[in-house]
């Protein structure tokens, strides 16, 4: 069992003297999740290759004779779906996946590595709202578990009381829904099991009458609704009570206001009036902005729920 201690009285943070710190409870987090998990059988070796080897995903899949689509589902897919948690945003009926395994975004120092994994997949439970070609080309990166409606994704560790996310991100939203409407001069788009460029405005062609919906049921506010995701995946885990978001140096264009990457990690933490948080793992500090549960809800306010929609009575 794992859990986030206090540390010592007294303890501070190294780099953070004026903060007290908590230290993550032991363990070899690449070991048990990658190399040593039973759950991934032969595609342990390629996920433990995928962390250390700087060779762009397209060449490792063609080095291996394999559609780029069957290896970065072998990176996301790491272990059994939970049941799909259904809430409301605005009106609009979504639904959470929560899987305790590690997607690709693992890579690199921004996903820390303690405790167990949690990676939350949010689709659209109105599927029919939108053409599911429109969710599977912005899905370049093959995250949608095979289910419709995928919009976007929450991932990160739980130890002890606390889901410590490491980021959110929802390439339709970010990304794509501008493409839609004719913006920039093309991209690289999900056909089959494979990636190939498609030009704009063949995407408009596809996509932009539906641009509309897309906008006012998630892209305006993706961010809340990815955070109404966690909130209603956590609301079914009794033991977590904090949500704590990653702290970390970001690049001078992330730091421009309006910048997606400042609205999660800069914007967010200050609505959510979060405190400071240092989790001390394998001989690092790891910083969070941390918020109860409870204010999160309260954010999201009478615009989200979660659970099923009431049935109406039998007259």
């Known amino acids: 069992?794992?859990?986030?201690?206090?540390?010592?009285?007294?303890?501070?943070?190294?780099?953070?003297?004026?903060?007290?710190?908590?230290?993550?409870?032991?363990?070899?987090?690449?070991r048990r999740w990658v190399t040593d998990n039973p759950l991934l059988g032969e595609r342990r070796a390629l996920l433990a290759r995928w962390l250390d080897d700087p060779t762009p995903r397209e060449e490792i899949a063609e080095a291996l004779g394999l559609p780029l689509g069957a290896l970065l589902r072998a990176f996301n897919d790491t272990a059994p779906l939970d049941a799909p948690v259904p809430f409301r945003y605005?009106?609009?009926?979504?639904?959470?996946t929560g899987m305790a395994g590690v997607c690709d975004d693992i890579v690199g120092d921004r996903f820390p590595r303690f405790g167990t994994p949690?990676?939350?997949?949010?689709?659209?439970?109105?599927?029919?709202?939108?053409?599911?070609?429109?969710?599977e080309a912005a899905d370049w990166n093959f995250m949608d578990a095979d289910r419709p409606g995928f919009l976007g994704y929450a991932y990160g560790?739980?130890?002890?009381?606390?889901?410590?996310?490491?980021?959110?991100?929802?390439?339709?939203?970010?990304?794509?829904?501008?493409?839609?409407?004719?913006?920039?001069?093309?991209?690289?788009?999900?056909?089959?099991?494979?990636?190939?460029?498609?030009?704009?405005?063949?995407l408009v062609a596809r996509?932009?009458?539906?641009?509309?919906?897309?906008?006012?049921?998630?892209?305006r506010y993706w961010i809340d609704v990815l955070l109404g995701a966690v909130a209603a995946w956590a609301a079914t885990e009794p033991a977590l009570r904090t949500l704590g978001l990653l702290w970390f140096d970001l690049e001078p264009q992330e730091d421009a206001h309006g910048h997606l990457v400042n609205r999660v990690y800069?914007?967010?933490p200050q609505r959510l009036a979060a405190d400071v948080r240092h989790v001390h793992a394998d001989g690092r500090c790891h910083s969070y902005r941390t918020a109860p549960l409870s204010r999160v809800?309260?954010?999201?306010?009478?615009?989200?729920?979660?659970?099923?929609?009431?049935?109406?009575?039998?007259?």
């Open 1 to 30: 069992m794992t859990g986030t201690v206090p540390a010592s009285a007294g303890t501070r943070c190294a780099a953070h003297p004026d903060t007290d710190a908590v230290v993550a409870a032991p363990g070899d987090f690449y």
């Open 90 to 96: 605005r009106g609009v009926r979504f639904a959470v």
């Open 118 to 135: 949690v990676t939350l997949r949010c689709h659209l439970a109105e599927p029919n709202l939108l053409p599911q070609a429109m969710f």
């Open 157 to 202: 560790v739980r130890e002890g009381d606390t889901l410590y996310l490491a980021g959110m991100q929802s390439d339709l939203a970010a990304r794509y829904s501008y493409l839609f409407q004719g913006r920039g001069e093309g991209t690289d788009v999900r056909i089959g099991d494979e990636v190939a460029f498609q030009p704009t405005e063949e």
């Open 207 to 219: 996509f932009g009458d539906y641009v509309p919906v897309l906008r006012r049921t998630f892209q």
């Open 266 to 268: 800069r914007q967010l």
């Open 297 to 315: 809800a309260a954010l999201l306010g009478e615009r989200w729920s979660a659970g099923p929609a009431p049935q109406p009575s039998a007259g």
